[in-house]
Antibody, heavy 121, light 107 residues
Framework: QVQLQQWGAGLLKPSETLSLTCVVNGGSFSGYSWTWIRQPPGKGLEWIGE???????NYNAALRGRASISVDTSKSQASLMLSSVTAADTAVYYC???????????????WGQGTMVTVSS | EVVLTQSPATLSLSLGERATLSCRAS??????LAWYQQKPGQAPRLLIY???NRATGIPARFSGSGSGTDFTLTISSLEPEDFTVYYCQQRTYWPLTFGGGTRVEIK
């Protein structure tokens, strides 16, 4: 059964860069779009962006160019970097996937466990 | 961006009752709408994709309908584990967006 395991720093100071990584265990990495989604405490879900294994990326313009998602297919890993963080970036960050080009659901069917990231001085 | 408005914000029902959750899009998303369930402290779980397709392992009491701008998630008979929060999400336009959620609570 495919699982996504994610990790990264949980406490940042304002202006620092958030860095999270997600690895795929027990399943294929190729053929999917790898997505990061966040959820501020007590609030709803916000799509950050996604990249496929050809490294074609799309981002939420609301993040004003601060987000960058990359993949390392040799390691079955997807990574998120978010620069110049502020308290407004405090959230649980999730990695997930969707099957845009194959026969699977074109929806977020497998999720990482989530990483709580707090931005505080 | 496409705004998804979910209603009601909170739905108070009893065990065994039928739940009807609404998701309205600010412009047509055709049938490219999904529903997720999220329990406290957990990642969301995919229930329905492309309006009416149940994801793997999802019980038949969950069903989806709609098209264009108006969509519905129906839970035919509420089980104890169904009392939690539900989100809709569209994939027609960038950025992908989610609704604000509906909480189903025990009456």
């Amino acid at each position: 059964q495919v699982q996504l395991q994610q990790w990264g720093a949980g406490l940042l100071k304002p202006s620092e860069t958030l860095s999270l990584t997600c690895v795929v265990n027990g399943g294929s990495f190729s053929g999917y779009s790898w997505t990061w989604i966040r959820q501020p405490p007590g609030k709803g879900l916000e799509w950050i962006g996604e990249v496929n294994d050809s490294e074609d990326a799309n981002y939420n313009a609301a993040l004003r160019g601060r987000a960058s998602i990359s993949v390392d297919t040799s390691k079955s890993q997807a990574s998120l970097m978010l620069s110049s963080v502020t308290a407004a970036d405090t959230a649980v960050y999730y990695c997930t996937r969707r099957d845009r080009y194959g026969s699977g659901p074109d929806a977020f069917d497998v999720w990482g466990q989530g990483t709580m990231v707090t931005v505080s001085s | 961006e496409v705004v998804l408005t979910q209603s009601p914000a909170t739905l108070s029902l009893s065990l065994g009752e039928r739940a009807t959750l609404s998701c309205r899009a600010s412009q047509s998303v055709r049938t490219f709408l999904a529903w997720y369930q999220q329990k406290p402290g957990q990642a969301p779980r995919l229930l329905i994709y492309d309006t009416y397709n149940r994801a793997t392992g999802i019980p038949a009491r969950f069903s989806g309908s709609g098209s264009g701008t108006d969509f519905t998630l129906t839970i035919s008979s509420l089980e104890p584990e169904d009392f939690t929060v539900y989100y809709c999400q569209q994939r027609t336009y960038w950025p992908l967006t989610f609704g604000g959620g509906t909480r189903v609570e025990i009456k």
